[in-house]
């Protein structure tokens, strides 16, 4: 069997309640980068597999390199997969990169060799191609020079910090990057995974990058800030490979997709001519949406938008930092509806410094105005929000594998029973309606 020198994991396991899912893209752009160096990679993807399977197809690889891509709802089964891999594989080195990684990498320089953190889309790829070429060994990573690689963070236990700066890629440097290696993808399982559910097969891709905004709730450890859009000629390559494999739909995974509406009235238009029949879901916030980039949208096969409403009072709004009103809310569903774009909500009850009354005006609001979907939850504080810092962290023992049911990580003034059942009945009342 051929060596395979680096291998890209990325540690989901699929759970009984997980509908939406799609191929992770992080590994699958590492893996596309990582090929133009000369490298040859083997994604691990744990969302159709089981922790056993997953080790066993590692360990058969003998990979030099081992990366993991931590999302904050993963940490358990990553450090899990961790321990399990370095018995076996004792000569590899393992690196973690991700949102979780990025926000907290005291912890996991703890326990991984190394660490990157935010936009590893050229210094992970630099440094593996480096590390292999000049056959280094993970003992040698305390002697290496780091400088030369972008958010690298290395603090194992009784050896000195080392860290580089994170750098945020130009407009001009994201259009230089490759379409992800979606080669090795269980696609069959995905795209029945979407037939489940009655949707069409449907792909995710990602356009822009970074989010000039500061919800109070939000951590942006990868993009950051800073808006980012990739040049339109890519975008309708990767399309194109896309409907390649099968798949009849986008799921378009950008926090800001809707921001720049010339962008968008672009990649609706070259939607009509170069990708009929395609339809699209995105992200959108609720403000500076007009009818006709609306009414684009559902010409170029938008079939439906989420929208972050959150709250069906302003006084919440505001605490939340989101920087938009009921008013524009609601105003955004009706723009939609009026469209033929679908139109899910998701809302948030319990926040820090709220009430019972405005959060009874949110369930009224979610069951009242013409949605197609509906979520409801508690607040998360992500590691890196406002919010993480305004109360003081999580409760000990807690973590935040509990994405799909409401439950208060932190001290919360509102009852955990209460607020549960109410978002239950309300979502039962959706259902039902």
């Not at 939406?20 to 893209?25: N, R, S």
């Not at 390199?65 to 899990?80: E, K, N, P, Q, W």
């Not at 400088?147 to 000195?160: E, H, I, L, N, R």
């Not at 609706?268 to 007009?290: K, N, Q």
């Amino acid at each position: 069997m051929t060596k395979k020198e680096v291998v890209l994991l990325f540690p989901y396991f699929r759970r009984p309640s997980a509908t939406h899912l799609f191929q992770p893209l992080g590994i699958a752009s590492l893996a596309a980068e990582l090929g133009t160096r000369g490298v040859r990679a083997v994604q691990v993807d744990g969302t159709f597999m089981s922790p056993d399977a997953v080790v066993s197809k590692i360990v058969s690889e003998q990979p030099a390199i081992v990366g993991m891509t931590v999302l904050v709802t993963l940490m358990r089964s990553a450090l899990s997969l961790l321990g399990l891999l370095r018995r076996e594989l004792p000569h590899t080195l393992f690196v973690a990169g991700g949102p979780h990684p990025s926000v907290m990498p005291e912890f996991f320089g703890s326990h991984f060799d190394l660490v990157f953190r935010g936009e590893a889309d050229r210094a992970f790829p630099d440094f593996c191609r480096d590390f292999l070429d000049n056959g280094l060994h993970p003992e040698d990573i305390e002697r290496l020079d780091l400088s030369g690689y972008p958010g690298a963070f290395f603090s194992m236990p009784g050896k000195a910090l080392r860290e580089t700066p994170q750098e945020h890629l130009a407009e001009a440097e994201i259009a230089d990057l490759p379409n992800p290696d979606r080669s090795q993808a269980n696609h069959q399982a995905y795209q029945n995974a979407c037939l489940e559910r009655g949707d069409l097969p449907q792909a995710s891709i990602m356009l822009t990058r970074g989010c000039p905004f500061a919800c109070d709730f939000c951590s942006r450890p990868i993009f950051g800030n800073l808006f980012r859009k990739r040049p339109l000629d890519g975008v309708f390559t990767e399309i194109e490979e896309i409907r390649r494999l099968g798949y009849e739909s986008l799921w378009i995974a950008d926090d800001s997709f809707t921001l720049s509406l010339d962008y968008l009235a672009g990649f609706c238009e070259r939607m009509r001519r170069e990708a009929p029949g395609v339809t699209w879901t995105c992200l959108s916030r609720v403000d500076s949406l007009t009818p006709e980039i609306v009414g684009e949208m559902a010409a170029s096969g938008c079939a439906r938008v989420y929208l972050g409403l959150e709250s069906a009072n302003d006084e919440t709004l505001r605490l939340m930092n989101k920087k938009t009103t009921v008013a524009d809310g609601k105003r955004a569903v009706t723009l939609f509806n009026a469209a033929g774009i679908g139109v899910g909500g998701f809302f948030m009850v319990g926040y820090p410094g709220e009430t019972v009354e405005s959060i009874e005006k949110t369930f009224e609001m979610a069951l009242s105005l013409p949605f197609d979907d509906i979520s409801i939850n508690v607040p998360y504080p992500l590691p890196g929000s406002p919010l993480y810092s305004r109360v003081n962290g999580m409760l000990p023992g807690e973590d935040w594998e509990w994405e799909s049911e409401p439950r208060f990580l932190y001290r919360s003034e509102f009852d955990e029973s209460w607020i549960r059942t109410r978002i239950q009945q309300t979502l039962d009342a959706f259902k039902n309606r």
